[in-house]
């Protein structure tokens, strides 16, 4: 597929992709910046396609000519492919597909604990670190998060909603299937062996010989919190006796 839509330049679609910053945008989000910064290019790319939009009646338009564009460059590894979210009233469909700027693309990282040089580094500091190829494949990862979502499945969090536009598409893929048990010509399920999960819980997951389930990380999540909630109220009784 070529990069460019009629009269839509590389240079162009990065500016606006810039604007966005680290934001989590939509494929509507970037028709209407486009739009916004270059309104002849939009105008000749919707005389060429249609607009589209709900009641539009065909299966190209501006829109969909957008989105693919939008998905070369997420397998051209420029832009991360989030997941499905519910669509804005007047789009042609129910959910529309959400993206972000790679964060890789910009010097950043999913598994901070990997070198990206270990050489530059001195050997007292050097960790191995092991990262299963299954949890950094970007097709499998980007499959497991439409599925999923990008809320942990073990303990809820999802990090646009804690940290904002910083935290949009950011979580860590855990691949389900021990490596010991998987063989030579295993090919991986992105729904059924994937699961999306936060760092902590992913490194707790890990903490054991045998990689913890879901549903035992989430056996332990619970009992903790029942074990705070105990002590602060046991906490409060005490200060209330003091009185």
Known sequence: MP????????????????SFDLMAFSTLDYCRRLEERY???WATIVAHYGEGG??????????????HILDYKFRQKEIDKL??????????????RYWTLDRERVGGT???????????????????????RYERNRDARAAC???HGLRCKACDIDFEERYGPHGAGFIHVHHLKPLSKVALEYEVNAITDL???CPNCHAM????AEPLSIAKLQEILKSAARAREFASTLADEVQENAI
């Open 110 to 132: 999913y598994y901070p604990d990997e070198l990206v040089d270990p050489d530059s580094f001195p050997e007292g500091a050097k960790q191995t670190v092991t990262v299963n």
């Open 54 to 67: 709900a009641g539009a009646g065909r299966h190209y338009t501006a829109y969909s000519r957008v989105s």
């Open 83 to 96: 997941n499905y979210r519910p669509a804005p009233i007047g789009w042609g469909s129910s959910v529309i």
């Open 195 to 197: 699961v999306p999960v």
């Open 3 to 18: 990069t460019e839509s009629p009269n839509l330049t590389a240079s162009q679609f990065l500016d606006v992709l810039g």
């Open 145 to 147: 998060i439409e599925y």
């Open 39 to 41: 309104p002849a290019v």
């Open 205 to 208: 997951i890990h903490r054991s």
